[in-house]
C-alpha cells in the first residue's frame, strides 16, 4: 500500500525553524506530484507546498516567502523548510502523493491527491 511517512514536527519559538520530512513510501517521488497540506484545529484543510516532476513547486499564499519544498531523489525524499515560523503556522502538517505530474495551478486541489500520510504535528508557542 503507498503510503508516505511524514517526521520533523515539534514544539519551536515564534520566529524559529523547522524542516519536515516525507518519506514517498511506495511511489518515485521524481516522478510526480508530492504535496504539503496542514489542518489546524477548527479550520479546513489548507494546501502549504507542493513539487512536481522536473522540479517545479508551488505554495499556499502565506507560505511561499517562508517555507521551501525540496525534493532528494536519491532517498526518495521530499522537504519542507519552514522559516520565520509564528503561531498560525500551528496545524497537523500532511504529506501527499499525487500519481499525476500536476501543474501549478492544480497543485492546491487536495483530490488530485490518492495517498496521505497520518500528519506531523507543528506547534509554535513560547
Known amino acids: 500500500q503507498v503510503q508516505p511517512v511524514e517526521s520533523g514536527g515539534g514544539l519551536v519559538q515564534p520566529g524559529g525553524s523547522l524542516r519536515l520530512a516525507c518519506a514517498a513510501n511506495?511511489?518515485?517521488?521524481?516522478?510526480?506530484?508530492i504535496g504539503w497540506f496542514r489542518q489546524a484545529p477548527g479550520k479546513e484543510r489548507e494546501f502549504v507546498a507542493a513539487?512536481?516532476?522536473?522540479?517545479?513547486?508551488g505554495y499556499g499564499t502565506s507560505m511561499k516567502a517562508r517555507f521551501t519544498i525540496s525534493r532528494d531523489n536519491a532517498k526518495n525524499m521530499v522537504y519542507l523548510q519552514m522559516n520565520a515560523l509564528n503561531p498560525e503556522d500551528t496545524a497537523l502538517y500532511y504529506c501527499?502523493?499525487?500519481?499525476?505530474?500536476?501543474?501549478?495551478?492544480?497543485?492546491?486541489?487536495?483530490?488530485?491527491?490518492?495517498?496521505w500520510g497520518q500528519g506531523t504535528q507543528v506547534t509554535v508557542s513560547s
Open positions: 501527499a502523493l499525487s500519481n499525476l505530474n500536476l501543474i501549478t495551478s492544480s497543485m492546491p486541489n487536495p483530490q488530485y491527491y490518492d495517498a
Open positions: 513539487i512536481r516532476s522536473g522540479g517545479n513547486t
Open positions: 511506495g511511489r518515485t517521488a521524481s516522478r510526480y506530484t
